[in-house]
T-cell receptor, first 110, second 111 residues
């Protein structure tokens, strides 16, 4: 199993749609999880942190399933500006090495 | 809002030359990282730095690479003898607790 696996997409959705991405991870020792968004040729920007079962911030909801070792990101009422690549990052194993998922591309269309 | 800064934004160098990429992490952060991202590929971990020493490095971070925190603010990545395949975006990141914050990156082009 890869350390971090994400569906590369692309997901093409209309404005206003709800879209969900999944990410699976192999290291069961991971304690914290992060979703970053990355625009083309820009740096990753922290979107959400998940330390327990989930987190919600406005239109964005992240849920963690430790038993199945996956985290999801739900985006409600998609905006054109949500078009980006979403990167999943498991962390908090006590080590310093950080493995990024390859990302899921989202295109939101008018 | 404090942010990580990186210079230069773009560096062009010839194969075999040495380059130094510079980063200024967020001032109260204690953990520092370098990543690279080859065009069209995923973000790859290179090295982490804590308490003035390397805490972990990847297999990419071979003897051609080194990092340094020469003073209280800068964090540098040196590539001793660049290769064509070193062409990539190099991102610096820093953290205080668990959340890493990234700089805007340096685009390195090796010709």
């Amino acid at each position: 199993r890869k350390e971090v696996e994400q569906d590369p997409g692309p997901f093409n959705v209309p404005e206003g749609a709800t879209v969900a991405f999944n990410c699976t991870y192999s290291n069961s020792a991971s304690q914290s999880f992060f979703w970053y968004r990355q625009d083309c040729r820009k740096e990753p920007k922290l979107l959400m942190s998940v330390y327990s079962s989930g987190n919600e911030d406005g239109r964005f909801t992240a849920q963690l399933n430790r038993a199945s070792q996956y985290i999801s990101l739900l985006i409600r009422d998609s905006k054109l500006s949500d078009s980006a690549t979403y990167l999943c990052v498991p962390g908090g194993t006590g080590g310093f090495k950080t493995i990024f998922g390859a990302g899921t591309r989202l295109f939101v269309k008018a | 809002e404090p942010e990580v800064t990186q210079t230069p934004s773009h560096q062009v160098t010839q194969m075999g030359q040495e380059v130094i990429l510079r980063c200024v992490p967020i001032s109260n952060h204690l953990y520092f990282y370098w990543y690279r991202q080859i065009l069209g590929q995923k973000v790859e971990f290179l090295v982490s730095f804590y308490n003035n020493e390397i805490s972990e490095k990847s297999e990419i971070f071979d003897d051609q690479f080194s990092v340094e925190r020469p003073d209280g603010s800068n964090f540098t990545l040196k590539i001793r003898s660049t290769k064509l395949e070193d062409s990539a975006m190099y991102f610096c990141a820093s953290r205080e607790d668990y959340e890493q914050y990234f700089g805007p990156g340096t685009r390195l082009t090796v010709t």
